[in-house]
């Protein structure tokens, strides 16, 4: 794991695109795995503003979504793909056929996951993969207790997840119980991975997924087993690495 540390969450954003600007810059028909959630909004933010200086194009490049919760359509404001829609994909000229986000609406879940895993194996597999990380330190929506060797599949979200998503929605009783997540094989079968991780409240669980057991309850712990990890902090994200550094 590489842990790169940047001032606060302005610089953080900035050295993501910068990464995925590079990777998309390096190899234009890159497959991009993209996440959701509050982290990556500024990455995007920073993406676009590369786009429109016409320093990149997303005309080649693929994407795969992570996860989308289990029964919002796609119209929904909540749903991960009307999230995409907004902060990316309407903005750049990215092709719709190359966007791939699960359908949380499929009649056929089972079919819709392995239909999933198969367009990311004939796309070639995922170049980067983009992360942020769950209070809980689940990475998608795989929570803790999970399988490892699962790939993309129907999830059941803890409590405490509904309870951090929930401000989001109106209240917590709106937030869907149920989500479809690329699994962690499908996560660990990335060639590169670049998690983000902003504020104090993911010190702990930082600290944890760096310095402690690697254990399915701890989701993300396994990503120190992946050759090719990039795990981007800002300084509040990191302020428990420290104290292990003087330990
Ligand atoms: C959601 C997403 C995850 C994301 C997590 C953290 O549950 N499924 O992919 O990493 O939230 O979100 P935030 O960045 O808002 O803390």
Redesign the pocket.
Known sequence: MRIVVARDYEELSKKAANILASQITLKPDSVLGL??????VGTYMELLRIYNEGDISFSEAVTFN??EYYGLDKENNQS?YYFMMEHLFKHVNIKHKNIHIPDGRAKDIQEECIHYESKIAKAGGIDLQL?????NG????NEPDVKFEAETHLVTLDED?IE??SRFFISPEEVPKQ?I?MGIKTIMHSKKILL?A?GEE?AEIIYNMIYGKITPELPASVLQLHPDVIVLLDEEAASMLNKNRTS
């Open positions: 996440a959701t959630g509050a982290t990556p992570l996860d991960y992360l942020g990380i769950g209070r689940h990475i998608g929506f997840t951090a998503n989500a997540s983000l902003s993911k």
